[in-house]
C-alpha cells in the first residue's frame, strides 16, 4: 500500500468553507481538495499537529482516512433522512452522516462497548451533531420493530487487514480460525440489518480489512441467506479499486494496495420490496421519556441562547443537564432502549431560578452573526486572539451579562465566558 498522507474534512457548511481554510492557512498549513468530496482535504503541510489547530479545537475540522469517508456517501440518504449507525464508535462516519442529513435529518448511532460510547459521544458533542442520539447496545438485539428503518450504515467489527500501517500486527493477530467470532458476528448484524430495513430500503456494509472471508464471502452470503440485492456503488473519483475476490460481484468496492487511503471494502445492499421478513417482535413506544421537559428561556442564562436554530424536537433536564431530543428520535425509540439525546449544557442551582451553562461547543444555540439576539455577539478575525483563548488570555468586553457567542469573520465557534469585561473560553 502506497504511503498514506494524512486526510481530513471540513465540518461546516459550502459557504463556510473558505472561513475553515483561511483560520487552517492562518496558522500555517497547507492542504489540497480531495475530489471525492466537497469537504474532503489531503494535508500537504503540516507545521505543528492538525490535531491542535484552531479548526480542529473548535471542532470545525475531524481528522478521517480518506477511505473511511467512502461508506456514508456511499450510503447517500438524503437531507432529512433517518438512519441507524448499527457500530458507531468512535463517531467518524456517525458525523459524517450528520452533515449529509442536516437538521431536518436524525442519525441513530449505536455502539455497544461502555469505553468506546464515551469516545462517540464525546466526539459528536466536539463537532456539534445536534441531530444524532446514542444507545449503548448489542447490535444484534437493537430493540427497533422491524421494518422501522430506510437506511442503515454497518461498519461492524472485523480484522482490520486494511490498516497495516498503523496495525501491522493486525493480520497476525486475525487470521486463520481467530477470525470465525467476527465472520459470525459479522453475520448476524447483517440479519439483524434485513430484518430492520423496510422493503425498498438500503444498507451499507464497509470493512476495513482485505480478507475475503469477511468481505466478499459475506455479500455473497447476505444475497443467498437474507435475500438482499447488491446495489452497484459508482467508483469514486481519486481511488484506485481493485477486482473483486469472487465472479458475480460487480458494483461492490475494494481499495487497492496501490491507492491513496487505507484498504477499505464496501457493499451497498436493497431490500427487495415485498419480502418476507426474518422473525421479529416489535417493541411499545416509550410512554414518557425520563427527566422533565424544558424551555431554556425560563432559566436564568438560558435567555441568551437561540433555540430556533436548534432542529425540530424538545430540551429535556435529567441529572442536572440540559439534552436536545430529536423529534425523529422519539417517534424511532422504543421503551426497551436506553438512550440519550444530545448535551447542550448544565443546568445548575436549585430552587426557583437554576441557570443554564451552554457547552463551550454548542453551537446549535448561537444566532448567526448579525441576527437579532439577546446575545452579546463577538467576531473576530484575529487568528492570534483565538490562540490566545486556549492559552488562558482573554478577549476584551464591555459591560453586560451571560455568555458571549464567538465568531470567526462571522462563522459560527462557540461560546464565551464573562468575568466582568473579559471574555474567557468557556472550554
Avoid at 473548535?58 to 448499527?86: E, H, T
Avoid at 449529509?100 to 462497548?113: I, K, Q, R, T, Y
Avoid at 498503523?166 to 448484524?189: D, H, I
Amino acid at each position: 500500500m502506497n504511503e498514506v498522507r494524512r486526510s481530513f474534512r471540513l465540518v461546516c457548511s459550502l459557504e463556510d468553507v473558505p472561513h475553515v481554510e483561511g483560520m487552517l492557512r492562518a496558522q500555517g498549513f497547507s492542504f489540497e481538495p480531495d475530489p471525492f468530496h466537497p469537504l474532503a482535504r489531503l494535508l500537504t503541510d503540516e507545521p505543528f499537529p492538525l490535531g491542535t489547530s484552531l479548526a480542529a479545537r473548535f471542532g470545525r475540522l475531524y481528522i478521517q482516512d480518506r477511505s473511511s469517508m467512502l461508506p456514508p456517501i456511499a450510503l447517500a440518504p438524503p437531507a432529512g433522512a433517518a438512519v441507524l449507525d448499527m457500530c458507531a464508535a468512535p463517531g467518524s462516519k456517525t458525523s459524517l452522516l450528520s452533515t449529509m442529513v442536516g437538521d431536518a435529518g436524525l442519525v441513530f448511532a449505536n455502539e455497544p462497548s461502555a469505553d468506546r460510547i464515551g469516545v462517540l459521544r464525546a466526539n459528536l458533542k466536539k463537532l456539534c451533531a445536534a441531530n444524532t442520539v446514542t444507545v449503548r447496545g448489542i447490535g444484534q438485539d437493537l430493540a427497533f420493530p422491524a421494518r422501522s428503518w430506510d437506511y442503515i450504515q454497518l461498519d461492524p467489527p472485523c480484522s482490520g487487514w486494511g490498516t497495516l500501517d498503523r496495525n501491522p500486527k493486525a493480520r497476525e493477530l486475525w487470521s486463520g480460525k481467530r477470525v470465525t467470532p467476527l465472520v459470525e458476528m459479522q453475520k448476524a448484524l447483517l440479519e439483524k440489518a434485513t430484518d430492520l430495513l423496510r422493503p425498498g430500503g438500503r444498507v451499507l456494509y464497509s470493512t476495513c480489512t482485505t480478507n475475503m472471508e469477511e468481505n466478499e464471502e459475506q455479500v455473497r452470503w447476505a444475497m443467498d441467506s437474507l435475500g438482499l440485492r447488491l446495489d452497484p456503488i459508482e467508483p469514486f473519483e481519486g481511488f484506485v479499486f481493485s477486482e473483486p475476490l469472487l465472479p458475480g460481484l460487480d458494483g461492490v468496492l475494494r481499495v487497492a494496495d496501490e491507492s491513496e487511503g487505507q484498504g477499505f471494502f464496501l457493499a451497498r445492499f436493497r431490500k427487495p420490496d415485498g419480502k418476507m421478513d426474518i422473525a421479529g417482535k416489535g417493541c411499545a413506544q416509550k410512554a414518557q421519556l425520563p427527566g422533565e421537559k424544558i424551555a431554556l428561556g425560563s432559566l436564568r442564562g438560558g435567555e441568551w441562547m437561540t433555540e430556533e436554530s436548534l432542529p425540530p424536537g424538545v430540551v429535556r433536564h435529567l441529572g442536572g443537564k440540559a439534552y436536545f431530543i430529536h423529534a425523529k428520535a422519539m417517534a424511532l425509540a422504543c421503551g426497551k432502549m436506553r438512550w440519550q439525546g444530545f448535551p447542550l449544557g448544565k443546568i445548575v442551582g436549585r430552587g426557583k431560578s437554576p441557570a443554564f451553562k451552554p457547552e463551550a461547543l454548542a453551537r446549535c444555540l448561537m444566532p448567526c452573526f448579525g441576527q437579532e439576539s439577546m446575545a452579546e455577539q463577538f467576531s473576530t478575525d484575529d487568528v492570534s486572539a483565538l490562540e490566545g483563548l486556549f492559552a488562558g488570555r482573554a478577549l476584551p468586553g464591555g459591560p453586560g451579562k451571560g455568555a458571549v457567542a464567538l465568531y470567526y469573520k462571522g462563522m459560527k465557534l462557540g461560546w464565551l465566558n464573562r468575568k466582568g469585561s473579559r471574555l474567557l473560553w468557556f472550554g
